[in-house]
């Protein structure tokens, strides 16, 4: 059984910091794109963040120049440090991660339970 643990939310004031981590376990056999998205309220899910097992990274328009994403590949985890943070980052942030494990041929996505971000004065 693969599952993704997040861990990092929490209520933040304008122009704070929080860094967000995610860590997969179970028996997995690779991992490949690791990610971030984020959901508000009345809103779709949107992608946040991606890194590549080759370390390459796309980042949403929005969240450019404050947020970074990055992977430990021997511990299986994904952490994403955002700064500068705004009221319109208030959401509930969600890891993901495509990953091949033991039990099947082919890789699949997996989210994380999801963590709660809050950006208020």
């Known amino acids: 059984q693969v599952q993704l643990v997040e861990s990092g939310g929490g209520l933040v004031q304008p122009g704070g910091s929080l860094r967000l981590s995610c860590a997969a376990s179970?028996?997995?056999?690779?991992?490949?794109?690791m990610g971030w998205y984020r959901q508000a309220p009345g809103k779709q899910r949107e992608l946040v963040a991606v890194?590549?097992?080759?370390?390459?990274?796309n980042y949403a328009d929005s969240v450019k120049g404050r947020f970074t994403i990055s992977r430990d590949n021997a511990k299986n985890t994904v952490s994403l440090q955002m700064n500068s943070l705004k009221f319109e980052d208030t959401a509930v942030y969600y890891c993901?991660?495509?990953?091949?494990?033991?039990?099947?041929?082919?890789?699949?996505?997996?989210w994380g339970q999801g963590t709660q971000v809050t950006v208020s004065a």
């Open positions: 890194i590549t097992s080759g370390d390459s990274t």
């Open positions: 993901n991660a495509n990953i091949r494990p033991v039990i099947y041929v082919n890789a699949r996505d997996y």
């Open positions: 179970g028996d997995i056999v690779y991992i490949n794109d």
